[in-house]
């Protein structure tokens, strides 16, 4: 009787591999049939590495989290059991922005390996997102690296520093000239908003529509001097190099207060005060007023404290750049660009605050002066590369502005595919942003169709959403003919509303249920057929 000799064991996915042994045990297997081996050749190191690249750390890559209506903490919960670097992701905003020079899941990869040790970047997720950033690096020696190629093992942690090209990047901004601004609410209106321009031809910029535009703004000097004045310091001290006065209008953040101010403070003070410094450095909220606090409210209210200038100026944040969707188009203006900013003004505690870059643009600068400014290019919100396909803008208030690019762009470049605009704000007398030149659009027959919304007009209040159900059929019928939709604006209510709307309208008139619908709207942004751009 001849002797059946056992298949030798295939060992490909490691001991260490976050699989169970059945697991384990059917990858080997099915790696093991697909590779043609038998057991009797083993694979070498590279060819282990090779094919552990594709599995990585188990992880499916999936990210049910990317929402930026969820809150963090249901995001958290949903990346529970998964690899750090993908809990990372959920602890962002969800935006894409761009804000922090990558997308959500780049910035995450690249403090997960190292290569990105700034915690604080993801301006749209605050203290929030740099918390839990903070608690899951404090994780990363203990949790099991994911396997990598050999090429990307052997790559050295210097790749954290990146040299791009001048004005591609917030950590390589370029200079440019701010030329003028135009207030575009009339009489009457509830809002502050600005139509801005700024000179490209000295620095060599371009852009394509859809790009964002960052802008170093400086903070207000009234601000930086009540902060002195708190700290009983001279407003000409020397601090890295130059008088504190500049150094806080020109380098930090000024709001809100960050978790190391409150430890410097919890350091230099005792009893109850310094309990409440320690609370709030841990993220508690002692007195139900820490979402108010910011660096000038913060020595308020720990009054009679007095910190050194350099140790105080080190406890603060790094001046971030903000970012604004562009409202021109390179292709009908060369050298020149054009932002739409809300400018932010408001009182807590009867004290004024002030948005940084907003307020900045619509003040404190003046035509002539130069200021640091970078392009972010755009993470999938586009034009279609078709010039035929149709499109529908959805963009109330400050979101027309990627929607005037759009329209100015294919009218420059003479794309013949159909354009519907929708717009809203407060009231049509006194908010109607670039009337003049939207209804000359109209009239000129690029802008095929264009359906407003005016949420203080009437007695009910009435929203961009509310006038897409009204024409739900239309939009449908641009829907079938492969138009592609765009949504810019906020993003917690405005956007998810619109989604919402949109799903009826397809539910509606496509004849599908309320499930079928909002599957073919997430075929819609598989397809980039459905893009956003909101904050």
């Known amino acids: 009787m001849n002797q059946i000799t056992p298949p030798a064991k295939i060992d490909i996915i490691p001991q260490g591999a976050p699989f169970s042994d059945a697991q384990r045990s059917w990858l080997n297997g099915f790696l093991a049939g697909a590779l ?21 750390d188990g ?3 999936e990210a049910p989290w990317h929402d930026q209506t969820m809150p963090i903490a249901d995001r958290m919960k ?38 990105e040790a700034r915690l604080n970047l993801c301006v749209p997720g605050g ?31 210097a790749v954290s520093v990146v040299v791009t090209e001048p004005g591609r990047s917030r950590d390589n901004p370029v200079e440019a000239t701010f030329l003028s601004r135009r207030l575009l609410n009339k009489k009457g209106s509830e809002k502050e908003t600005w139509h801005i321009e700024f000179d490209l031809e000295g620095c060599g910029l371009d852009y394509v529509v859809g790009d964002s535009f960052g802008i170093f703004g400086k903070n207000d000097i009234g601000l930086a001097d009540q902060i002195i004045a ?58 139900g007023d820490a979402a108010t606090l910011d660096v000038m409210a913060a020595l308020q209210k720990f009054s009679g404290v007095r910190p050194h200038p350099e140790a105080f100026v080190e406890a603060l944040e790094p001046l971030q750049p903000r970012l604004y969707s562009i409202s021109s188009s390179h292709n009908a203006t060369p050298g020149r660009l054009s932002l739409t900013v809300d ?99 109209k009239t000129a027959g690029l802008l095929t169709r264009m359906s407003l919304a005016w949420s203080r007009d009437g007695a009910k209040k009435f929203y961009v959403q509310d006038r897409m159900r009204e024409v739900g059929r239309e939009v449908w019928t641009w829907l079938a003919e492969g138009a592609h939709l765009y949504i810019c604006g906020d993003a917690k209510r405005m956007a998810k509303d619109v989604e919402r709307a949109l799903v009826d309208i397809i539910a509606q008139f496509g004849a599908r249920s309320t499930d079928e619908a909002i599957a073919f709207v997430g075929e819609l942004k598989k397809k980039g057929r459905f893009q956003q751009d909101v904050y």
């Not at 690899?83 to 997960?112: F, H, T, V, W």
């Open 127 to 157: 203290k929030e997102t740099a918390r839990m950033l903070k608690t899951l690096y404090e994780d990363l020696d203990k949790a099991p690296a994911a396997a990598k190629p050999a090429a990307q093992q052997a790559a050295p942690a």
């Open 343 to 441: 400018c932010v003004r408001y009182v807590i505690n009867k004290r004024k605050r002030l948005g940084l870059a907003s307020t900045f643009l619509a003040e404190r600068i003046n035509p002539g002066d130069k200021l640091k400014v970078y392009v972010q290019k755009a993470h999938g919100f586009a034009l279609p590369a078709d010039p035929k396909t149709p499109i529908i803008m959805v963009g109330p208030g400050t979101g027309v502005a990627p929607f005037r690019a759009f329209l100015l762009d294919r009218k420059a470049t003479g794309a013949p595919g159909k354009n519907w605009l929708f717009f809203g704000h407060q009231r049509s007398d006194c908010d109607f942003f670039y009337s003049d030149e939207l209804n000359a659009l």
């Open 59 to 61: 992880d499916d890559g």
């Open 78 to 115: 949903l990346a529970e059991g998964r690899p750090l670097r993908r809990k990372m992701m959920a602890a962002m905003a969800q935006q894409d922005c761009g804000q922090c020079g990558y997308n959500c899941n780049d910035y995450s990869e690249a403090i997960a390996d190292r290569s």
């Open 36 to 56: 043609g081996i038998d057991g009797s050749t083993p694979l070498s190191a590279e060819q282990n590495a090779a094919m552990l690249s594709s599995t990585g």
């Open 230 to 287: 708190l700290l009983g310091a001279s407003h000409t001290t020397k601090v890295r190099g130059k008088t504190l006065r500049d150094c806080l209008i020109e380098d930090v953040s000024l709001a809100p207060a960050p978790d190391t101010l409150f430890e410097l403070i919890s350091f230099i003070t005792g009893g109850k005060q310094r309990e409440k410094a320690r609370a709030l450095a841990q993220g508690e909220d002692p007195d």
